[in-house]
């Protein structure tokens, strides 16, 4: 009889970005693969969702990069992996990573990291940190740009010690993200309550607001539009939590005003169900001005079979396949993305929906989350098969 494979997950904060919701979505996948499934995290709004018969979450501040906090989460979690004979660790981040690495040496159990991010440093102390992330036994890239990455900086790690790189695409719940599962009562609820004119061409601009996500990028893009096409009704929407960063909202919010485009460009602060947030728009953009690691805006508007413009950085290229799911504009230039935006507002609606078409069936066969599932959980038996 097969051994049952117990897995530990530590992640910072379970939110809902895209760290967070592959680590919710291998755990229970993991679960019903007949693996025992654990979440070690210091909170987030995805745990209300967690079903708590097949994970069990476990709360611990490891969100903090405080040193002696490290040091006595790595003691904690030790003592986790002996009370629940846990066979492998996985981290999601840095500071709970060092964690893990020593409660994993201390109990001689598997540890795998995936790596999230691009992770800049400027300084050697910086890169020591990060080096964190590519001293487990398997490492894990979510696109080919960020395999370049470790491999470019770290490729002494696994010259040195057998250690383990490879890629595993991250993945969506193509079950959610489907536009025939949205009721039209909930687009009709969401459109009131954010007065949004569906007869109008709607732009839609998802993510953090952060000045990497390029939102002043989008804002000026709209504003040469404006300028440059008087007769064009469009509508666009930044949709996006500033998680505290609110000088940058207010530049944002001036700069619009500053265009005269308020009555054009509406700010939604968060949205619980964002495929009912793709599925009013008629176009996606996802404007980083700093490379992303795998581009899950642009993922999930394919899903949706909405066309997507980003920036021709970073896994965003991977993602889309150019002038078929898709368009890619020069990173930063608002020039760029403004004739870009304009090229799809002037196709057909039979046009649109082919490229919507389109970028579905291109999710559904490389982006789908049971293929990144199936390959993690592939990668963990062979891990305990080496044991």
């Given at each position: 009889?097969e051994?049952?494979?117990?897995?530990?997950?530590?992640?910072?904060?379970?939110?809902?970005?895209?760290?967070?919701?592959?680590?919710?979505d291998?755990a229970?996948?993991?679960?019903?693969?007949?693996?025992?499934?654990?979440?070690l995290?210091?909170?987030g709004?995805?745990?209300?969702?967690?079903?708590?018969?097949?994970?069990?979450?476990?709360?611990?501040?490891?969100?903090?990069?405080?040193?002696?906090?490290?040091?006595?989460?790595?003691?904690?979690?030790?003592?986790?992996?002996?009370?629940?004979?846990?066979?492998?660790?996985?981290?999601?981040?840095?500071?709970?990573?060092?964690?893990?690495?020593?409660?994993?040496?201390?109990?001689?159990?598997?540890?795998?990291?995936?790596?999230?991010?691009?992770?800049?440093?400027?300084?050697?102390?910086?890169?020591?940190y990060?080096?964190?992330?590519?001293?487990?036994?398997?490492?894990?890239a979510?696109?080919?740009?960020?395999?370049?990455?470790?491999?470019?900086?770290y490729?002494?790690?696994?010259?040195?010690?057998?250690?383990?790189?490879?890629?595993?695409?991250?993945g969506?719940?193509?079950?959610?993200?489907?536009?025939?599962?949205?009721p039209?009562?909930k687009?009709?609820k969401?459109?009131?309550?954010?007065?949004?004119?569906?007869?109008?061409?709607?732009?839609?601009?998802p993510?953090?607001?952060?000045?990497w996500?390029?939102?002043k990028t989008?804002?000026?893009?709209?504003?040469?539009?404006?300028?440059?096409?008087?007769?064009?009704?469009f509508?666009?929407?930044?949709?996006g939590?500033?998680?505290?960063?609110?000088?940058?909202?207010?530049?944002?919010?001036?700069?619009?005003?500053?265009?005269?485009?308020?009555?054009?460009?509406?700010?939604?602060?968060?949205?619980?169900?964002?495929?009912?947030?793709y599925?009013?728009?008629?176009?996606?953009?996802?404007?980083?001005?700093?490379?992303?690691?795998?581009?899950?805006?642009?993922?999930?508007?394919?899903?949706?079979?909405?066309?997507?413009?980003a920036?021709?950085?970073?896994?965003?290229?991977?993602?889309?396949?150019?002038?078929?799911?898709?368009?890619?504009?020069?990173?930063?230039?608002?020039?760029s993305?403004a004739?870009?935006?304009?090229m799809?507002?002037?196709?057909?609606?039979n046009?649109?929906?082919?490229i919507?078409?389109?970028?579905?069936?291109?999710?559904?066969?490389?982006?789908?989350?049971?293929?990144m599932?199936?390959?993690?959980?592939?990668?963990?038996?062979?891990l305990?098969?080496?044991?």
């Amino acid at each position: 009889m097969e051994k049952k494979i117990k897995v530990l997950q530590v992640i910072p904060k379970l939110g809902i970005g895209g760290a967070e919701t592959g680590c919710y979505d291998l755990a229970h996948y993991l679960s019903e693969q007949g693996c025992k499934s654990f979440i070690l995290t210091s909170g987030g709004e995805l745990i209300k969702y967690v079903k708590k018969d097949k994970v069990k979450v476990i709360k611990l501040a490891v969100h903090s990069k405080n040193p002696i906090f490290i040091l006595i989460n790595s003691f904690i979690i030790a003592f986790l992996i002996i009370i629940y004979n846990i066979d492998i660790v996985h981290a999601r981040s840095r500071a709970p990573a060092w964690s893990c690495l020593l409660a994993t040496k201390i109990t001689r159990r598997k540890f795998v990291t995936t790596y999230h991010g691009t992770y800049n440093f400027k300084n050697n102390f910086k890169k020591y940190y990060n080096s964190v992330m590519v001293r487990s036994d398997l490492v894990i890239a979510g696109s080919n740009y960020i395999f370049s990455h470790i491999s470019e900086i770290y490729n002494n790690f696994f010259e040195k010690k057998k250690r383990k790189l490879l890629v595993i695409f991250r993945g969506i719940n193509t079950n959610y993200f489907n536009s025939k599962k949205i009721p039209t009562h909930k687009l009709d609820k969401f459109s009131n309550q954010h007065n949004i004119d569906r007869q109008k061409f709607i732009i839609l601009m998802p993510g953090r607001l952060t000045p990497w996500k390029g939102q002043k990028t989008f804002i000026e893009a709209l504003n040469l539009i404006a300028q440059k096409n008087k007769q064009q009704t469009f509508e666009g929407i930044i949709i996006g939590n500033d998680q505290g960063r609110n000088v940058y909202t207010k530049q944002l919010i001036g700069l619009v005003q500053q265009y005269r485009l308020s009555k054009n460009i509406k700010f939604i602060n968060n949205c619980e169900e964002m495929p009912i947030a793709y599925r009013i728009a008629n176009l996606v953009c996802s404007c980083s001005t700093d490379p992303e690691a795998f581009g899950r805006v642009s993922v999930e508007s394919q899903a949706m079979e909405i066309p997507i413009i980003a920036s021709n950085i970073g896994g965003s290229v991977e993602t889309i396949v150019e002038n078929k799911t898709g368009f890619l504009f020069e990173s930063g230039n608002a020039n760029s993305l403004a004739d870009t935006i304009v090229m799809a507002m002037e196709k057909d609606y039979n046009t649109l929906k082919s490229i919507g078409f389109e970028g579905r069936k291109n999710v559904l066969k490389k982006f789908d989350v049971d293929k990144m599932c199936q390959s993690t959980f592939t990668e963990y038996k062979k891990l305990i098969k080496l044991s």
